[in-house]
């Protein structure tokens, strides 16, 4: 006798939720009394069993399947951690098409399931790490990690990859796709390189009348200050910073 458990209660053997009902059986054949057992026949994607079979009145639970991830996320060049922490964007989306949230709990919403590096840790702030385990695991499935945006302006980035210490791969808008297993744990390392993008000023001062060079020398004085937003007050050195 088979009964199939989908937690929909029906007159096939589903008596109550997830609760299998096996009626009108033989209690002796020739004389002798029969054991009955209970058999998981068809595993439930996802989950392990805690036994293979039960008695009446026994219960057989399926736990789900779990791994860890951890995210490490490292920086280099020119750029400051404030102009990174205020740029960067990170989703990790299940194989459903939901987005994991900091807190590993999913959603629908792409935005709800933006990350950024202040969803990280770091220490030194060149190194920032996101670690999915313990009450945050992972349900055994494939994961996508997109580094939605990895520009920030004023540079020009590279971006590389590794996973689980395999050689760096290119990863500049790449969708890195991550197998997370039962009770593995997962590494990604994603290195960002920054060069500040430079220019050149030319300042030409012309000098007319009746002024000598000797009276102009150290007379004159000037400044450049930088006019970006969140830079006023800042200025412009001899030797370039």
């Given at each position: 006798?088979?009964?199939?458990?989908?937690?929909?209660?029906d007159?096939?053997?589903?008596?109550?939720?997830?609760?299998?009902?096996?009626?009108?059986?033989?209690?002796?054949?020739?004389?002798?009394?029969i054991?009955?057992?209970?058999?998981?026949?068809?595993?439930?994607?996802?989950?392990?069993?805690?036994?293979?079979?039960?008695?009446?009145?026994?219960?057989?639970?399926?736990?789900?399947?779990?791994?860890?991830?951890?995210?490490t996320?490292?920086?280099?060049?020119?750029?400051?951690?404030?102009?990174a922490?205020?740029?960067?964007?990170?989703?990790?989306?299940?194989?459903?098409?939901?987005?994991?949230?900091?807190?590993?709990?999913?959603?629908?919403?792409?935005?709800?399931?933006?990350?950024?590096?202040?969803?990280?840790?770091?220490?030194?702030?060149?190194?920032?790490?996101?670690?999915?385990?313990?009450?945050?695991?992972?349900?055994?499935?494939?994961?996508?990690?997109?580094?939605?945006?990895?520009?920030?302006?004023?540079?020009t980035?590279?971006?590389?990859?590794?996973?689980?210490?395999?050689?760096?791969?290119?990863?500049?808008?790449?969708?890195?796709?991550?197998?997370?297993?039962?009770?593995d744990?997962?590494?990604?390392?994603?290195?960002?390189?920054?060069?500040?993008?430079?220019?050149?000023?030319?300042?030409?001062?012309?000098?007319?009348?009746?002024?000598?060079?000797?009276?102009?020398?150290?007379?004159?004085?000037?400044?450049?200050e930088c006019?970006?937003?969140?830079?006023?007050?800042?200025?412009?050195?001899?030797?370039g910073t």
């Amino acid at each position: 006798m088979s009964v199939t458990l989908d937690g929909t209660v029906d007159v096939k053997g589903e008596t109550n939720a997830w609760t299998a009902s096996f009626t009108g059986l033989p209690k002796n054949y020739q004389g002798t009394v029969i054991n009955y057992t209970v058999k998981e026949t068809t595993a439930f994607s996802g989950y392990t069993a805690d036994k293979e079979s039960v008695k009446s009145g026994e219960t057989i639970t399926n736990t789900q399947d779990i791994g860890s991830l951890t995210i490490t996320k490292t920086l280099s060049g020119d750029v400051t951690a404030e102009e990174a922490e205020g740029g960067l964007k990170f989703t990790v989306k299940n194989s459903a098409g939901k987005f994991l949230k900091a807190d590993g709990t999913l959603t629908e919403s792409e935005e709800e399931g933006s990350l950024t590096l202040k969803d990280f840790a770091t220490s030194d702030k060149k190194t920032y790490t996101l670690t999915f385990t313990g009450n945050k695991a992972l349900a055994v499935d494939t994961y996508t990690v997109t580094e939605t945006n990895s520009a920030i302006e004023g540079y020009t980035e590279s971006v590389s990859y590794s996973l689980n210490g395999s050689n760096k791969a290119d990863g500049k808008g790449k969708d890195i796709a991550v197998k997370v297993e039962k009770n593995d744990t997962d590494v990604l390392v994603i290195e960002d390189n920054y060069t500040r993008n430079k220019g050149t000023i030319v300042l030409t001062k012309t000098i007319k009348g009746d002024v000598t060079p000797e009276e102009i020398a150290g007379a004159l004085s000037f400044i450049i200050e930088c006019a970006d937003e969140g830079k006023e007050g800042t200025y412009l050195m001899k030797d370039g910073t």
